[in-house]
Nanobody
Framework: QVQLVESGGGLVQAGGSLRLSCAAS????????MGWFRQAPGKEREFVAT????????YYADSVKGRFTISRDNAKNTVYLQLNSLKPEDTAVYYC????????????????????WGQGTQVTVSS
């Protein structure tokens, strides 16, 4: 059974930073893409960032490009999301997700391309 456990969320003022972590277990972490999504109250879950299995390719939603950075440490089975220059509109529950296809170099932005999800971590940005 694959488990993804997020941590690092919290309350921060606008302009501040957070680093989210997602620890994976239950299958070979290093061969699958990993993604971050978020969901604000009353809104659909939306794509934030993704990294391919090797970490060579990354892709970001336009709304976070230049402010957020996704990275992974395959030796630690962990993916990270560094959130800088946070804005109140970044307030949401952030979820990490593990991709379906091993060794793919495609960047996946749709929820259907991921088959395992964490429980989420709340990020609240005050103005």
């Amino acid at each position: 059974q694959v488990q993804l456990v997020e941590s690092g969320g919290g309350l921060v003022q606008a302009g501040g930073s957070l680093r989210l972590s997602c620890a994976a277990s239950g299958r070979t972490f290093s061969v699958y893409a990993m993604g971050w999504f978020r969901q604000a109250p009353g809104k659909e879950r939306e794509f934030v960032a993704t990294t391919t299995w090797s970490g060579d390719n990354t892709y970001y939603a336009d709304s976070v490009k230049g402010r957020f950075t996704i990275s992974r440490d395959n030796a630690k089975n962990t993916v990270y999301l560094q959130l800088n220059s946070l804005k109140p509109e970044d307030t949401a529950v952030y979820y990490c997700a593990a991709g379906r296809f091993p060794y793919s170099m495609v960047v996946f932005t749709r929820t259907g391309s991921y088959d395992y999800w964490g429980q989420g971590t709340q990020v609240t940005v005050s103005s």
